[in-house]
């Protein structure tokens, strides 16, 4: 099977030659790879690679299919909890990650190409591959930062129970599949539907979201109802074409 670094690298070059928005990518803006993928570019930081060094530069890739067939099996199904008390304040972001870096910033540095960014770690520029609806940006403020698992969905999940330590990181979780820079379009055609609601146009997609939805559930313990649990393994299915 194909992995999800390789159809990104393909998909945004396919984009960028289709559209011709921004010129190719240099050769050496590859980076190398990390154990479980193939090599994709880096993002650039501005002024220097050191001023944020424990910056992520990798999306983080869920687990196999297999791995999360076997999480989905270990999830609780349940009846959404009542949405009285949400609130996203209830669940802070974007906090401070790296220096003047907060988690919207590093999330653009780490998912787009030549990404240049000013002393107050804001994306002046560079190129981003919208993986919902395979769209190229040029300028950030045409992407969200989506939560895979949003967050008024796992409020209905489980989330409602949690302190606001637990909610904080999980708005902010940099170590798991859970943050993408999308197309503001589609991270709010999206809005906080579960996979048995909507899923990404972009059929490629499925297979990683539905890996990285199942392991975010898996990894903070939230619920799945019967119609999710059964778009998730319908969409597991796809890992395999």
């Known amino acids: 099977m194909m992995t999800h670094a390789w159809w990104r690298r393909v998909a945004m070059t396919t984009a960028l030659i289709a559209t011709t928005v921004v010129p190719a990518v240099p050769a050496s803006a590859t980076a190398a790879a990390a154990p479980h993928s193939p090599a994709r570019p880096s993002a650039v930081i501005h002024p220097a690679d050191t001023a944020f060094p424990t910056s992520p530069r990798e999306l983080p890739e869920p687990p196999p299919a297999d791995v999360a067939r076997e999480e989905l099996?270990?999830?609780?199904?349940?009846?959404?909890?009542?949405?009285?008390?949400?609130?996203?304040?209830?669940?802070?972001?974007?906090?401070?990650?790296?220096?003047?870096?907060?988690?919207?910033?590093?999330?653009?540095?780490?998912?787009?190409?030549?990404?240049?960014?000013?002393?107050?770690?804001?994306?002046?520029?560079?190129?981003?591959?919208?993986?919902?609806?395979?769209?190229?940006?040029?300028?950030?403020?045409?992407?969200?930062?989506?939560?895979i698992v949003p967050l008024a969905n796992a409020w209905r999940s489980g989330a409602d129970e949690w302190a606001t330590p637990k909610r904080r990181t999980f708005a902010n979780d940099l170590v798991h599949a859970q943050l993408i820079a999308v197309s503001a379009s589609s991270n709010r055609q999206k809005g906080d539907q579960s996979p048995d609601q909507w899923s990404p146009p972009r059929i490629a997609y499925r297979c990683v979201y539905a890996r990285a939805w199942t392991d975010i559930k898996h990894l903070y313990q939230l619920n799945v109802t019967e119609p999710e649990k059964d778009k998730l393994n319908e969409m597991l299915d796809t890992c395999e074409e």
């Not at 099996?73 to 609130?87: K, R």
């Not at 780490?110 to 560079?126: F, L, N, P, W, Y």
Request: aromatic share 10%; hydrophobic share 30%.
């Open 73 to 147: 099996a270990d999830l609780n199904v349940d009846t959404p909890h009542s949405m009285e008390g949400y609130s996203r304040a209830k669940f802070p972001h974007w906090i401070k990650q790296y220096g003047e870096c907060d988690t919207r910033e590093v999330v653009l540095s780490r998912d787009g190409i030549d990404v240049q960014q000013d002393e107050k770690c804001r994306a002046i520029s560079g190129t981003w591959f919208s993986e919902y609806d395979s769209k190229v940006f040029s300028a950030s403020g045409q992407l969200d930062i989506d939560h």
